[in-house]
């Protein structure tokens, strides 16, 4: 995981909204600052700037495959709170 957190120094997802949980958690783990290595991925502390999502929850077409809308609100929110 460190080793891939390395090899990426940025990271850009369009079309955000269409994430399920299992993929917003993997681009959260790799978008985490170095050095640290959280469980869950609320507490994952990340990289400033290393991390840019797109997408619009109104968009969103991919409800069937488990994309879960809400999980594009917490996560700008989270990312958000850690930009101050």
Not at 18 to 42: M, N
Not at 52 to 68: H, M, N
């Amino acid at each position: 995981r460190e080793r891939i957190k390395q090899d990426y120094r940025a990271i850009l997802v369009d079309e955000f909204q269409d994430t399920d949980p299992v993929q917003y958690e993997i681009i959260l783990a790799v978008a985490e600052r170095l050095g640290t290595r959280a469980a869950d991925w609320k507490d994952m502390a990340l990289e400033p700037g290393k991390l840019f999502i797109v997408g619009d929850p109104k968009q969103s077409i991919y409800a069937f495959r488990r994309a879960d809308i809400e999980a594009f609100d917490r996560v700008v929110e989270k990312i958000e709170a850690e930009q101050g």
